[in-house]
Each structure stands twice: as C-alpha cells, then as structure tokens.
C-alpha cells in the first residue's frame, strides 16, 4: 500500500474520533487510522516510513500506545523523534511495540516476546492484566488483515 492515509480511512477518523472500528478485512495501519485515537501513531509511522511495512502481510501485533500515550511522554519527546535526523531512534521505538507474529490476547503468556526490533517486550500476565514492559495493555484483539492491534497506555522504549 503506498498511500499514506485513503481518504476512506481519513474520513472514518474525522467521523468517528476515539471509536474502534475494527475491520477484518483492513490492515493494522488502515484499522488503527480509523479508530481515531492513535493520530500520533500513524504521524510517527508515516515519518519512520513504516506505513507500508505495518501495511504488509504480516502477521504482526502491534502494542499500539494512544494519543494520550503519546503525550504522557517528557514535553518535546515527540517533536524530537518526528525530525528526520532522529528517523534511526523513531524507527527503534516504533518496532519496539510490534511482535513478528500473530498473538491473540487469550495466547499470552509471561515472559519475553521479541519484537521486530531486535530487542525481547517483558509480558507480564495477571490478574490485574496484561502489562508490557511498565505499559498497561487497556483494550485487546482488534483483529486485522495482517495481525491485530493490542492497545496500551503508554510508549514503550527500548
């Protein structure tokens, strides 16, 4: 997929702001857009150049923080990581939060899960929850073409 953002998937973020509208039949990107609460997400992943990556067969979980995520960070965090001198750093934290397989809430297990990476995500299982690393997963299995999307609170970093 070479476009960025459909208008499809541009619409249904203007339409439906912080709704899941998970898609089966849409990729990781095109569901994650569409939910309306990872803006910061895609804006990362379109300057890490990773759209078409995520937008590819998979399968992949993507540990997908939310734009609340996103601004619990230090103040200038994210403007740092977006410049196209620190696309290395962005593209680490990014693949960070992706597992190289398709793993369903009710597959997970404590322990490590590497990532896409290079580097192994510590899954600590609950019965609090699913947290990775320190990041609370806070919503699970938005199912997709290519993997699923499990949504957390906060960015990982590696």
Same mark, same amino acid.
């Given at each position: 997929?070479?476009?960025?953002?459909?208008?499809?998937?541009?619409?249904?973020?203007?339409?439906?702001?912080?709704?899941?509208?998970?898609?089966?039949?849409?990729?990781?990107?095109?569901?994650?857009?569409?939910?309306?609460?990872?803006?910061?997400?895609?804006?990362?992943?379109?300057?890490?150049?990773?759209?078409?990556?995520?937008?590819?067969?998979?399968?992949?979980?993507?540990?997908?923080?939310?734009?609340?995520?996103?601004?619990?960070?230090?103040?200038?965090?994210?403007?740092?990581?977006?410049?196209?001198?620190?696309?290395?750093?962005?593209?680490?934290?990014? =693949?960070?939060?992706?597992?190289?397989? #398709? +793993?369903?809430? &009710?597959? %997970?297990?404590?322990?490590?899960?590497?990532?896409? $990476? !290079?580097?192994?995500?510590?899954? =600590?299982?609950?019965?609090?929850?699913? #947290? +990775?690393?320190? &990041?609370? %997963?806070?919503?699970?299995?938005?199912?997709?073409? $290519? !993997?699923?999307?499990?949504?957390?609170?906060?960015?990982?970093?590696?």
């Amino acid at each position: 997929m070479k476009t960025l953002l459909s208008l499809t998937a541009a619409i249904a973020l203007i339409a439906h702001p912080g709704q899941a509208l998970a898609d089966e039949s849409k990729n990781i990107v095109e569901n994650a857009v569409a939910a309306g609460n990872f803006s910061t997400l895609a804006t990362a992943l379109t300057a890490a150049g990773l759209i078409e990556t995520l937008s590819g067969p998979g399968p992949f979980t993507v540990f997908a923080p939310t734009d609340d995520a996103f601004a619990k960070l230090p103040e200038g965090t994210v403007a740092s990581l977006l410049k196209p001198e620190n696309k290395d750093k962005l593209i680490a934290v990014l =693949t960070y939060h992706v597992v190289p397989a #398709k +793993v369903m809430a &009710a597959d %997970v297990k404590t322990g490590p899960a590497p990532t896409v $990476n !290079g580097k192994e995500l510590q899954i =600590t299982k609950s019965d609090a929850g699913v #947290k +990775v690393n320190d &990041a609370n %997963v806070t919503a699970t299995d938005i199912v997709s073409s $290519n !993997g699923v999307i499990h949504v957390v609170d906060a960015v990982i970093l590696p």
